[in-house]
């Protein structure tokens, strides 16, 4: 089977997603590859690149050579930013990093609106000070958090990780412990994510028990 050219697969995601590859040299053909695969599975989910580029518009992707403790970043302005620590080596793991920028992006250009609301949905709350950005609270992330599970670091995250374990479910209750998972999200957080989608998807079966013991 022939692999698309990367400069093609660029051209692609540009005129059917809205996605510039910024320093595209910088991506290899498999790892662009992987990049597209998901903005593919987000898009279907949200209802077809039609509606993909209404909500995230023109989105920004690029690669920088620095070591950091991320592995990408979505931000205003530059929007996804992958860095060293970026699983190039995993395609299932870097679609999931991709996904969950990608949420972020879409948070961005709804003003946060769609963290929030997640955020009044789930009942989560922020406590104390905390010595971490881009808020320095204490994030409580509401009844039925995954026992055993790190809880994210704000409402921000808890959308953007929500998103992927929504489109990549399967993957996420495959991870063990040493790989940061399961990355199981509760029904509350599912039926959320699923109501900005055009595409529904039923919730686990098998994920239920393990909410219903987290009460």
Known sequence: MSIEPTVHLGDRLAQQYGIRVLNLPGLQRLELRRVAEAVADLATLMGGPRRFKSELRWVVVSRVPLTTRFAAMALPVVDVVYF????????????????????????IRRLFRLSRGLKQVIRSRYGGFAWQLPIPLKYEPGKQWLKGRE????????WADSVATYVYHEYAESLSLSQH???????????????????????PASWVARFTEAG
């Open 84 to 107: 060293e620590r970026a699983s190039w080596d995993r395609p299932q793991e870097l679609k999931w990093e991709t996904v969950h920028e990608l949420a972020h992006v879409w948070d």
């Open 151 to 158: 809880p994210p670091l704000n409402s921000l995250e808890d």
């Open 181 to 203: 998972g399961p990355r199981l999200i509760s029904p509350a957080r599912w039926d959320y994510v699923g109501r900005q989608m055009q595409v529904k998807l039923p919730y």
